[in-house]
């Protein structure tokens, strides 16, 4: 299995613009969940889906934020406007539905996103 | 509100002695600990649990203890090599899905 796989690996952007990060989870896997790295922070859920049904949005930052998950195999995180205050790691995980917890969550390998 | 602390944000320790990773919380909702490790450009990747109904679980050169009245746990790598240089990261549950990270604390282990 390929894992959880995310795109870009790396994306800088001004200020303004808009940015959608992408992922991949592994196939058969029921939850998916967005997560962001700050060195603040550390990791921060921001919203998880199960059976691509947005379950908790508490976590996303404001409305610039939004996720969608249109199929069970592909998930977008967009940003817009973006602010440098979003620069960060964003990091998209994903787990089997009644999976042991040494299975809970398996991380892609994140999205440096940089706003300048 | 950060419900899952790691007050350390780094530790340096000498190679085959011991490393204790600290975490503490603030949900007395939350059953189920876990640490994560994470290398640089990598996604973070499970490491070692504890259900609330335990206080201790061991597994190869990794402890895990859990003070539940304290709302403490802890992590011990015996011994420790320069290969388990990472971030490691304390996570919690709550009967869920969804799961609260700490900030990490970045271990260096020097040769």
């Known amino acids: 299995d390929a894992g959880v796989i995310q795109s870009p690996r790396h994306e800088v952007t001004e200020m303004g613009q808009e940015v959608t990060l992408r992922c991949k989870p592994i196939s058969g896997h029921d939850y998916l969940f967005w997560y962001r790295q700050t060195m603040m922070r550390g990791l921060e859920l921001l919203i998880y889906?199960?059976?691509?049904?947005?379950?908790?949005d508490s976590g996303m930052p404001e409305d610039r934020f939004s996720a969608k998950m249109p199929n069970a195999s592909f998930s977008t995180l967009k940003i817009q406007p973006s602010e440098p205050r979003d620069s960060a790691v964003y990091f998209c995980?994903?787990?089997?539905?009644?999976?042991?917890?040494?299975?809970?969550?398996?991380f892609g390998s994140g999205t440096q996103l940089s706003v300048l | 509100d950060q419900q899952v602390k790691q007050n350390s944000p780094s530790l340096s320790v000498q190679e085959g002695r011991i490393s204790i990773l600290n975490c503490d919380y603030t949900n007395s909702m939350f059953d189920y600990f876990l640490w994560y490790k994470k290398y640089p450009a990598e996604g973070p990747t499970f490491l070692i649990s504890i259900s609330s109904i335990k206080d201790k679980n061991e597994d190869g050169r990794f402890t895990v203890f859990l003070n539940k009245s304290a709302k403490h746990l802890s992590l011990h790598i015996v011994p420790s090599q320069p290969g388990d240089s990472a971030v490691y990261f304390c996570a919690a549950s709550a009967m869920g899905n969804d799961m609260r990270f700490g900030a990490g604390t970045r271990l260096t282990v020097k040769p």
């Open positions: 889906f199960n059976n691509n049904v947005p379950i908790d």
């Open positions: 995980a994903s787990s089997p539905q009644g999976a042991s917890w040494n299975e809970k969550l398996f």
